[in-house]
Protein backbone atom coordinates (compact mmCIF):
# COMPACT_ATOMS: atom_id res chain seq x y z
CA UNK A 1 0.00 0.00 0.00
CA UNK A 2 0.91 3.67 -0.50
CA UNK A 3 1.76 4.74 2.19
CA UNK A 4 1.69 9.20 3.24
CA UNK A 5 3.29 10.71 5.53
CA UNK A 6 2.02 14.03 7.00
CA UNK A 7 4.14 17.21 8.89
CA UNK A 8 3.63 18.40 11.21
CA UNK A 9 1.73 16.18 13.58
CA UNK A 10 0.00 19.30 15.19
CA UNK A 11 0.59 23.16 14.20
CA UNK A 12 -0.83 25.64 17.20
CA UNK A 13 -1.18 29.07 15.26
CA UNK A 14 -3.29 32.25 15.74
CA UNK A 15 -5.73 34.04 13.80
CA UNK A 16 -4.26 35.56 10.79
CA UNK A 17 -1.00 33.62 10.66
CA UNK A 18 -0.19 31.74 7.47
CA UNK A 19 0.16 27.53 7.81
CA UNK A 20 1.62 24.93 5.42
CA UNK A 21 1.02 21.03 6.46
CA UNK A 22 3.43 18.55 4.03
CA UNK A 23 2.29 15.20 2.73
CA UNK A 24 4.88 12.58 1.35
CA UNK A 25 3.82 9.68 -0.45
CA UNK A 26 6.35 6.29 -0.70
CA UNK A 27 5.38 6.06 -4.46
CA UNK A 28 4.86 8.59 -7.36
CA UNK A 29 0.79 9.72 -7.27
CA UNK A 30 1.19 10.69 -11.15
CA UNK A 31 -1.60 7.96 -12.59
CA UNK A 32 -1.19 6.67 -16.31
CA UNK A 33 -3.99 8.97 -16.84
CA UNK A 34 -1.70 11.99 -16.57
CA UNK A 35 -3.55 12.97 -13.46
CA UNK A 36 -2.00 13.15 -10.04
CA UNK A 37 -5.34 11.65 -7.63
CA UNK A 38 -3.88 13.65 -4.06
CA UNK A 39 -6.56 15.07 -2.15
CA UNK A 40 -7.09 16.98 1.07
CA UNK A 41 -9.90 17.02 3.23
CA UNK A 42 -10.66 18.28 6.99
CA UNK A 43 -12.25 17.26 10.16
CA UNK A 44 -13.52 19.78 12.63
CA UNK A 45 -13.74 18.71 15.69
CA UNK A 46 -16.88 16.39 16.18
CA UNK A 47 -17.94 16.41 12.85
CA UNK A 48 -17.60 13.70 9.64
CA UNK A 49 -14.52 14.77 7.35
CA UNK A 50 -15.05 17.70 4.90
CA UNK A 51 -14.20 17.91 1.37
CA UNK A 52 -11.15 20.47 0.50
CA UNK A 53 -8.92 20.16 -2.52
CA UNK A 54 -8.86 17.27 -4.93
CA UNK A 55 -6.04 16.62 -7.80
CA UNK A 56 -3.24 18.33 -6.31
CA UNK A 57 -4.82 22.29 -5.91
CA UNK A 58 -8.29 22.00 -6.96
CA UNK A 59 -10.61 24.05 -4.70
CA UNK A 60 -14.44 22.60 -4.28
CA UNK A 61 -16.71 25.69 -4.95
CA UNK A 62 -17.62 25.80 -1.43
CA UNK A 63 -13.61 25.92 -0.25
CA UNK A 64 -12.24 29.17 0.20
CA UNK A 65 -9.17 30.54 -2.22
CA UNK A 66 -6.76 30.75 1.31
CA UNK A 67 -6.71 27.33 1.16
CA UNK A 68 -4.08 26.21 -1.78
CA UNK A 69 -2.51 23.05 -2.78
CA UNK A 70 0.70 22.50 -4.97
CA UNK A 71 2.90 19.78 -5.25
CA UNK A 72 3.98 16.88 -7.82
CA UNK A 73 4.88 13.33 -7.75
CA UNK A 74 5.07 12.36 -3.97
CA UNK A 75 5.67 15.82 -2.31
CA UNK A 76 2.75 17.59 -1.86
CA UNK A 77 1.77 21.00 0.27
CA UNK A 78 -1.68 22.58 1.88
CA UNK A 79 -1.33 25.49 2.42
CA UNK A 80 -3.58 28.29 4.08
CA UNK A 81 -2.86 31.94 3.67
CA UNK A 82 -4.44 33.43 6.80
CA UNK A 83 -5.97 30.73 9.66
CA UNK A 84 -9.26 31.36 10.49
CA UNK A 85 -11.20 30.05 13.59
CA UNK A 86 -13.25 27.94 11.51
CA UNK A 87 -10.06 26.44 10.15
CA UNK A 88 -9.12 24.41 13.34
CA UNK A 89 -9.58 20.20 13.03
CA UNK A 90 -7.67 17.67 11.45
CA UNK A 91 -6.34 17.96 8.21
CA UNK A 92 -5.64 14.54 6.50
CA UNK A 93 -4.05 13.82 3.09
CA UNK A 94 -5.07 11.19 1.13
CA UNK A 95 -4.79 9.25 -2.49
CA UNK A 96 -6.56 8.06 -4.93
CA UNK A 97 -4.08 6.86 -7.49
CA UNK A 98 -3.05 3.22 -6.41
CA UNK A 99 -5.65 0.55 -4.94
CA UNK A 100 -6.39 0.65 -2.31
CA UNK A 101 -6.80 4.55 -1.25
CA UNK A 102 -4.41 5.57 1.54
CA UNK A 103 -4.77 8.01 4.09
CA UNK A 104 -1.93 10.11 5.82
CA UNK A 105 -2.55 10.49 9.73
CA UNK A 106 -3.39 13.69 9.70
CA UNK A 107 -2.27 17.25 10.99
CA UNK A 108 -4.08 18.73 14.07
CA UNK A 109 -4.43 22.38 13.39
CA UNK A 110 -5.22 24.13 16.58
CA UNK A 111 -5.43 27.82 17.73
CA UNK A 112 -2.86 29.51 19.80
CA UNK B 1 -28.37 18.72 -0.83
CA UNK B 2 -26.42 15.57 -1.21
CA UNK B 3 -27.32 13.66 2.49
CA UNK B 4 -25.84 10.44 3.49
CA UNK B 5 -27.35 9.25 6.86
CA UNK B 6 -25.68 5.81 7.97
CA UNK B 7 -27.52 3.57 10.48
CA UNK B 8 -27.34 0.01 12.08
CA UNK B 9 -24.24 0.56 14.49
CA UNK B 10 -24.20 -0.19 18.14
CA UNK B 11 -22.42 -2.58 20.61
CA UNK B 12 -22.14 -5.87 19.57
CA UNK B 13 -20.11 -9.11 20.99
CA UNK B 14 -16.99 -10.55 19.26
CA UNK B 15 -17.84 -13.19 16.91
CA UNK B 16 -21.37 -11.75 15.75
CA UNK B 17 -22.52 -9.52 12.76
CA UNK B 18 -23.32 -6.29 12.51
CA UNK B 19 -25.07 -4.57 8.87
CA UNK B 20 -25.15 -0.90 9.09
CA UNK B 21 -27.16 1.06 6.32
CA UNK B 22 -26.50 4.25 4.30
CA UNK B 23 -29.50 6.34 3.03
CA UNK B 24 -28.50 8.80 0.19
CA UNK B 25 -30.45 11.68 -0.88
CA UNK B 26 -29.79 14.75 -3.08
CA UNK B 27 -27.77 13.09 -5.99
CA UNK B 28 -28.53 10.20 -8.30
CA UNK B 29 -26.95 7.35 -6.39
CA UNK B 30 -26.79 4.73 -9.21
CA UNK B 31 -24.56 6.94 -10.69
CA UNK B 32 -21.54 6.87 -8.28
CA UNK B 33 -19.27 4.32 -6.54
CA UNK B 34 -19.16 4.24 -2.81
CA UNK B 35 -17.24 3.66 0.37
CA UNK B 36 -17.49 2.78 3.41
CA UNK B 37 -14.14 4.47 5.88
CA UNK B 38 -13.66 3.94 9.56
CA UNK B 39 -11.87 5.83 12.10
CA UNK B 40 -10.99 4.01 15.26
CA UNK B 41 -11.61 5.85 18.56
CA UNK B 42 -9.09 8.81 18.34
CA UNK B 43 -7.02 7.16 15.36
CA UNK B 44 -7.24 8.40 11.87
CA UNK B 45 -8.98 6.92 8.30
CA UNK B 46 -9.12 3.97 6.73
CA UNK B 47 -10.76 2.69 3.74
CA UNK B 48 -12.62 -0.50 4.21
CA UNK B 49 -14.48 -1.36 1.32
CA UNK B 50 -15.98 -0.10 -2.38
CA UNK B 51 -18.38 -0.87 -4.41
CA UNK B 52 -19.16 0.47 -8.14
CA UNK B 53 -22.64 2.05 -9.95
CA UNK B 54 -23.99 -1.32 -10.66
CA UNK B 55 -22.81 -3.61 -7.50
CA UNK B 56 -20.77 -5.67 -10.19
CA UNK B 57 -17.50 -4.69 -8.60
CA UNK B 58 -16.42 -4.69 -4.98
CA UNK B 59 -12.73 -4.16 -2.91
CA UNK B 60 -11.93 -4.93 0.15
CA UNK B 61 -8.84 -3.81 2.64
CA UNK B 62 -6.98 -6.92 3.25
CA UNK B 63 -8.55 -6.94 7.23
CA UNK B 64 -11.99 -7.73 6.41
CA UNK B 65 -12.14 -9.44 2.99
CA UNK B 66 -14.47 -12.59 3.82
CA UNK B 67 -15.45 -10.95 6.91
CA UNK B 68 -17.28 -8.11 5.65
CA UNK B 69 -19.76 -7.31 2.31
CA UNK B 70 -20.58 -4.26 0.65
CA UNK B 71 -23.50 -4.19 -1.15
CA UNK B 72 -26.20 -1.50 -2.49
CA UNK B 73 -29.78 -0.88 -3.58
CA UNK B 74 -30.01 1.39 -6.12
CA UNK B 75 -33.94 1.33 -6.14
CA UNK B 76 -33.75 1.89 -2.34
CA UNK B 77 -30.67 4.57 -2.64
CA UNK B 78 -28.95 2.48 0.18
CA UNK B 79 -25.50 1.26 0.94
CA UNK B 80 -24.96 -1.51 2.91
CA UNK B 81 -22.00 -3.34 4.93
CA UNK B 82 -22.50 -6.53 6.19
CA UNK B 83 -19.98 -7.05 9.00
CA UNK B 84 -19.84 -10.64 10.23
CA UNK B 85 -17.06 -12.39 12.47
CA UNK B 86 -16.24 -8.96 14.29
CA UNK B 87 -13.74 -8.85 16.05
CA UNK B 88 -12.37 -5.76 18.96
CA UNK B 89 -10.36 -3.55 15.93
CA UNK B 90 -13.11 -3.71 14.47
CA UNK B 91 -14.04 -1.06 16.81
CA UNK B 92 -14.78 2.64 15.28
CA UNK B 93 -16.84 4.71 13.40
CA UNK B 94 -17.80 3.75 10.16
CA UNK B 95 -18.36 6.49 7.33
CA UNK B 96 -20.36 6.13 4.30
CA UNK B 97 -18.85 8.18 1.37
CA UNK B 98 -19.35 8.58 -2.36
CA UNK B 99 -16.48 6.93 -4.09
CA UNK B 100 -14.16 10.05 -4.31
CA UNK B 101 -14.93 11.34 -0.36
CA UNK B 102 -16.11 14.22 -1.91
CA UNK B 103 -19.21 13.44 0.45
CA UNK B 104 -18.99 11.87 3.84
CA UNK B 105 -22.33 10.79 6.08
CA UNK B 106 -21.95 11.70 9.54
CA UNK B 107 -20.79 8.13 10.84
CA UNK B 108 -21.50 5.29 12.98
CA UNK B 109 -20.34 3.77 16.03
CA UNK B 110 -19.55 0.45 15.94
CA UNK B 111 -18.25 -1.31 19.25
CA UNK B 112 -17.10 -4.96 19.31
CA UNK B 113 -16.84 -6.23 23.09
CA UNK B 114 -17.87 -8.62 25.05
Known amino acids: DVVMTQTPVSLSLAIGQPASISCKSSQSLLGTSGKTFLNWILQRPGQSPKRLIY???KLYSEVPDRFSGSGSETEFTLKISRVEAEDLGVYYCWQGTHFPNTFGAGTKLELK | EVQLVESGGGLVQPGRSLKLSCAASGFTFSNYGMAWVCQAPTKGLEWVAS????????YYRDSVKGRFTISRDNAKNTLYLQMDSLRSEDTATYYC???????WGQGVMVTVSS
Open chain 1, 55 to 57: QVS
Open chain 2, 97 to 103: ARNWFDY
Open chain 2, 51 to 58: ISTGGGNT
